[in-house]
């Protein structure tokens, strides 16, 4: 059974631009979560979608937006990037929602911004 | 607000000993706790997983065990192994409706040869 995948691994980006991340969650899995880790702040929820709506959101400003489609594939969007963005980001697939079934993490994208 | 803690934060043991990492929150109001592993610059490994339900899970060389009234979780590691060396992180859900999970900080594991 494959695991949650995350694309790509590592990413680069200049102040100001905008970027992108995927996460391909568990078959059958319907509850996808975004999050982000730095050294500071340690595990931060973003948001998470369920059966294609954002069902519960995290204090981070508007900047970060998402999306998931109807295979529950999920994106993750960070427009005008700041320095600060650069972080450790997870993604966590469950049937139905971490509140209920076990959560899985994929291995993360290691955003940079310089 | 929930808040987890998690202590200590670093711990080094030599390699056989019996160990407890302690994991306490806030708010008694939680529908699970889980238990995580993280290896550097990784992603999370799911140890275990507690219903509010349930006392304790075990797993292998792993026991968890709950205490919703008094806010407690503890992860308790036999017989530790150079292997078991990572951060160990745990988490709540404030809700059956959500795919929200709240972290402690870590307890990070160095288990020497």
């Known amino acids: 059974k494959a695991g949650v995948t995350q694309t790509p691994r590592y990413l680069i980006k200049t102040r100001g631009q905008q970027v992108t991340l995927s996460c391909s969650p568990i078959?059958?899995?319907?509850?996808v979560s975004w999050y982000q880790q730095t050294p500071g702040q340690g595990l931060q929820f973003l948001f998470e979608?369920?059966?294609?709506?954002?069902?519960n959101k995290g204090n981070f400003p508007g900047r970060f937006s998402g999306r998931q489609f109807s295979n529950s594939r999920s994106e993750m969007n960070v427009s005008t990037l700041e320095l600060g963005d650069s972080a450790l980001y997870l993604c966590?697939?469950?049937?139905?929602?971490?509140?209920?079934?076990?959560?899985?993490f994929g291995q993360g994208t290691r955003l940079t911004v310089v | 607000k929930q808040e987890v803690t998690q202590i200590p934060a670093a711990l080094s043991v030599p390699e056989g000993e019996n160990l407890v990492l302690n994991c306490s929150f806030t708010?008694?109001?939680?529908?699970?706790l889980q238990w995580f592993r993280q290896d550097p610059g990784k992603g999370l490994t799911s140890l275990l997983l507690?219903?509010?339900?349930?006392r304790e899970q075990t797993s292998g060389r792993l026991n968890a065990s709950l205490d919703k009234s008094s806010g407690r979780s503890t992860l308790y590691i036999a017989a530790s192994q150079p292997g078991d060396s990572a951060t160990y992180l745990c988490?709540?859900?404030?809700?059956?409706?959500?795919?929200?999970?709240?972290f402690g900080q870590g307890t990070t594991l160095q288990v020497k040869p």
């Open positions: 966590a697939s469950s049937f139905g929602g971490a509140g209920t079934t076990e959560a899985f």
């Open positions: 078959s059958g899995h319907r509850s």
């Open positions: 979608y369920f059966s294609e709506t954002q069902r």
């Open positions: 708010d008694s109001a939680i529908y699970n």
């Open positions: 507690i219903q509010s339900s349930q």
């Open positions: 988490a709540v859900s404030p809700s059956s409706n959500t795919g929200k999970l709240i």
